[in-house]
């Protein structure tokens, strides 16, 4: 597991969250997070794919993405409209995003469009090759997760130990 | 001032328009991607556009070169999450005029908008004459 993959995603959530809700967020110490877990009741998942496979779930309880989602959109909004959805859908594609832009080394990362979960006690299943962080987060509006399982893509891994073996 | 905003999040595009609002413009139409978009330039002529990069369809940096085909001088301000230098590179290459990265400030995106018609203004005056 590549830390320098994962600490991005601590500022980019706090920048997001400041920069377009004035809302700070405490980060708490990561975790890893067993397949079985289930995330809250809402879970945004992006992809990534590129020099770097995998999948990004930012996920809340209902409560909490209601209080974000009228902040981020300025007005309430009924959870299981697609405009709520929507809200969702940026802040984890945003959060993604300024997280990818700090990775290091250059790597070229594309990023999906993103899903949205509705559903107490939901499981985001994920490859079983790739651990999944849990960063627990909160803030004034309640408790958030971040869960980044992410890797570098195989065939630059692939390359990598090839260099290494050739220079033995 | 005819102003396009193209970007699959109707949470984005509603901000835009309230930034677009309190800098005093109020003609703005919204598409949904490139493709919506390009079915869309051709009636409203805008005058600016605010595209998105990663969107279903067809993505910002397709339209934004497909458009330039056809209209090489209406300001182009990318806004979007990508923020890589080898992006912003790309997009330049494309024809963007400039760029915003997600999550911005009303404030920047509002300033944004301002240097990009002040700076591209003149040469469409001129061009008009």
């Given at each position: 597991m590549d830390a320098s993959l994962i600490t991005p995603f601590i500022s980019s959530i706090q920048n997001v969250f400041s920069t377009m809700m004035q809302l700070p967020v405490t980060v708490n110490p990561p975790k890893v997070k067993s397949g079985a877990e289930p995330s809250h009741d809402v879970s945004g998942i992006i992809g990534m794919s590129g020099d770097v496979t995998g999948s990004v779930v930012l996920s809340f309880p209902l409560e909490t993405a209601k209080r974000i989602v009228a902040l981020f959109c300025g007005e309430q909004m009924e959870p299981g409209t697609a405009d709520f959805a929507d809200a969702i859908g940026e802040l984890v594609n945003m959060v993604s995003g300024g997280a990818k832009a700090q990775f290091p080394d250059n790597r070229r990362v594309s990023i999906s469009c993103p899903s949205v979960v509705l559903g107490a006690n939901h499981v985001v299943a994920r490859q079983t090759d790739t651990p999944c962080v849990l960063i627990p987060c909160t803030t004034d509006c309640g408790e958030l997760t971040i869960e980044v399982a992410i890797r570098e893509a195989a065939a630059n891994a692939g390359v990598d130990s090839g260099a290494r073996a050739a220079a033995a | 001032m005819r102003i396009m905003l193209i970007d699959d999040s109707k949470t984005m595009r509603n901000i835009q328009k309230s930034v677009l609002t309190q800098l005093g413009y109020t003609e703005v139409t919204e598409a949904c991607d490139g493709q919506d978009a390009l079915s869309k330039v051709g009636a409203f002529q805008p005058e600016l556009l605010l595209v998105d990069w990663n969107?279903?369809?067809?993505?910002g940096l397709t339209f934004v070169k497909t458009y330039r085909q056809q209209n090489k001088t209406v300001p182009i301000i990318m806004v979007t999450t990508e923020a890589e230098k080898n992006r912003v590179i790309d997009a330049i290459k494309a024809g963007v005029n400039n760029y915003v990265v997600k999550p911005f400030t009303p404030d920047l995106l509002g300033q944004r908008i301002t240097e990009t018609l002040a700076k591209c203004q003149p040469s469409q005056h001129q061009a008009a004459a």
């Open positions: - | 969107m279903p369809n067809m993505d």
